[in-house]
């Protein structure tokens, strides 16, 4: 027999976990309210064009940034040869004014030749006057005109001293004066030329300095212009793909919500279904054990598809059938728990083990495996070991399927051998058995021959 008292708990716990999901559903669907019109969904090409649009106008920026930086180089390169003619030019002006300063000075030394050259013609004048008019050592002059024999008077000491100290003197001083005064004339003349056609080239070259400085400062600000203008296109088109990359993140945010509120509604559908089917078989096993108390004890507890007559059960070993019901009762108390890979232990279910691409998530799900439930269903009897293999010899009674009792364990192997064993159930008779099948389901009663194929056979504990 069961425990009346321990099925309500189970079905108390399914309950309140079912109304705490459809509260939390309910409050999810309030909080999004109405339904409204999808968010935009920009498609993958117009992502793709966006992006390349970006990518392009990016290019080209970077591109006139180059051409921009190598256009104010080339204008410091220019200014710098602008101020440096401006410097040869300021030098050559320097020249010109001081070539001026020495023509000036040369003119200043022609106008003093000019006057020695007057001065010494003066005094020679004068001197010859003097002899012409006084006669003796100053008459020289005369007395060659009226000598008898000019060649005497030349011979005169007068005459020598006069022509060395008077006339040859201020001859040489004519002469001087007039060369001195002709090559200051022509140095002047030829350096103030020089100074002025330095001037006039360093200015020149200076005005075309600053002419290709300009023209290269008017390209560069074009450059810029067409940059900044490029910019503001590349700024666009930047928030044209942040825009779109923006909007299909908030629809895939969106669309996750949606699948995340449709997979609640089928997880909550799915826990209603394990719930009604949890009923249904409390329900039936109710049934059953009212039939069982209604109908004639012959000593078996079980039925098989086949009639036949039932074997003794051998003496010894501390089984009993309540001990079996019992065994029953408390497995009948998790139905619908999740099937979790290695779950269970003799406390109860807990987390199983992510293996496989069967049970991939079964590391974060609480619940029994095949052989966890049974070892749970036996804990307060005997320890029961987590390994289907091992337990099919926890009893020395091997019972045939017609000699089945409640909490008789049953057994599947693959390849009919006891190393084959992989699935084990617990029977409650009428050839009905309770089971953890695999991952993704529960557990659940299912009949006996639906469980799987490759039935070994059965144990029961405690003999």
């Known amino acids: 027999m069961s425990n009346p008292a321990a099925r309500p708990v189970r079905a108390r716990r399914i309950a309140t976990a079912l109304v705490c999901a459809g509260a939390v559903l309910a409050g999810l669907f309030a909080a999004v309210g109405p339904a409204i019109a999808d968010p935009p969904n920009p498609s993958d090409q117009a992502l793709q064009q966006a992006a390349n649009n970006k990518d392009a106008l990016a290019a080209l920026v970077g591109q006139l940034t180059a051409q921009v ?77 009226t000598a008898s024999d000019p060649n005497a008077l030349l011979e005169q000491s007068a005459l020598q001293r006069y022509e060395s100290a008077h006339q040859l003197s201020a001859i040489g001083q004519l002469q001087r004066a007039t060369v001195t005064k002709s090559n200051a004339d022509a140095a002047a003349r030829k350096a103030e030329q020089d100074a002025a056609k330095a001037k006039d080239a360093a200015q020149q070259a200076q005005q075309q300095a600053e002419a290709a400085a300009q023209q290269a400062q008017q390209q560069a600000q074009q450059l810029q212009t067409s940059l900044a203008s490029k910019q503001t296109v590349l700024n666009q088109a930047k928030d044209r793909l942040a825009t779109l990359t923006n909007q299909r993140a908030a629809y895939d945010k969106w669309k996750a919500h949606q699948e995340w509120l449709a997979e609640q509604a089928r997880l909550k559908a799915e826990r209603e279904r394990k719930a009604r089917e949890a009923a249904a078989a409390r329900a039936r096993l109710r049934a059953q054990q009212q039939a069982q108390q209604q109908a004639p ?85 005997t320890s029961l070991a987590h390994y289907t293999v091992t337990q099919y010899n926890q009893g020395s009674y091997h019972p045939s399927v017609n000699n089945l009792m409640p909490g008789d364990l049953v057994f599947w192997s693959y390849n009919g051998s006891l190393g084959g064993v992989h699935h084990v159930a617990i029977y409650i008779g009428n050839n009905q058995v309770i089971q953890a099948p695999q991952s993704g389901d529960i557990v659940r009663v299912t009949n006996l021959w639906d469980v799987s194929s490759g039935y070994f056979g059965a144990t029961r504990p405690l003999t």
């Open 297 to 381: 004890n012959h000593g078996g507890g079980g039925t098989s598809p086949s009639s036949g007559s039932h074997a003794p059960i051998p003496t010894g070993g501390s089984w009993t059938a309540a001990k079996g019901r019992a065994a029953v009762a408390r497995a009948m108390n998790w139905l619908g728990e999740d099937y979790a890979w290695a779950g269970g232990n003799s406390r109860g279910p807990t987390y199983g083990v992510c293996a496989g691409d069967g049970a991939w998530n079964d590391c974060h799900v609480v619940g029994f495996d095949c052989s966890g439930l049974a070892l749970y269903a036996w804990a307060p009897y």
């Open 69 to 145: 930086a190598s256009a104010q180089a080339q204008v410091v390169a220019l200014n710098g040869q602008a101020e440096l003619a401006e410097q040869k030019y300021a030098y050559a002006l320097q020249q010109y004014q001081q070539a001026q300063e020495k023509a000036t000075a040369a003119r200043a030394a022609v106008g003093d030749a000019q006057h020695e050259v007057a001065a010494a013609q003066t005094r020679y004048v004068m001197y010859a006057q003097s002899v012409y008019m006084h006669g003796g050592v100053a008459g020289t002059a005369g007395n060659l005109l």
